[in-house]
């Protein structure tokens, strides 16, 4: 079983409803490999890079729709959020003496977003709505995660727990906002595709990596 951990009763909330919305939780399995000491310098270099490439995700949704005042507004306040994350993972890191350097990305975000439509506004629902399974996802994992972490490790995740909650309930409201017609359908498919990259064997371990192989 695992241990209890300790929010607000707002972030509670969201974390449900986070819950809720993914198909599956954390496999134990990765939790097991994740507490080891030895898997702390990948978890948070790639931690750093998913927080950098969440800032760049959003800054690219920008440049490619700027007519969308709305889109404009939230992804620019979840941008610098992500970058702060970001500087906060290099202070972990360098004061653990854990160097930042190149990660060979997860298959997760790529598996996602193999399957976006290439045709507007399939393409922007598409990504918006991948872009609050991975929120979600990440959400899910620092909750499930802190209660074996060091004090520091765990304070900083349980931190992180409002913002990541918040940027997925952004994400999802832009897809049901834009997409001008019910969006249950592509949820649903993503829903399944995400449980099936969390939940089957995978060789590599990340941040957003499934079921490991050992």
Known sequence: MRPAIF????????????????ACPTPDAWIEAARQ???????????AHCEKKAASTAMNLMFRYVDRSDLLNKMSRLAREELIHFEQCLALMEARDIEYGHLSPSRYASGLRAEVRTSEPGRLIDLLIIGAFIEARSCERFA???PF?????????????KSEGRHYQDYL?????YAGEPIDERVAFFRQLERQLIESPDGEFRFHSGAPLH
């Open 149 to 161: 972490l060091d004090d520091e490790l765990a304070k900083f995740y349980r931190s992180l727990l």
């Open 144 to 146: 499930a995660l802190a």
């Open 7 to 22: 929010i607000d009763r707002d972030t509670m909330d969201a974390l449900t409803e986070i819950r809720e919305f993914l």
């Open 37 to 47: 000491p030895e898997s702390l310098p990948i978890l948070l270099i790639d931690h």
């Open 173 to 177: 409201s832009l897809a049901r906002d």
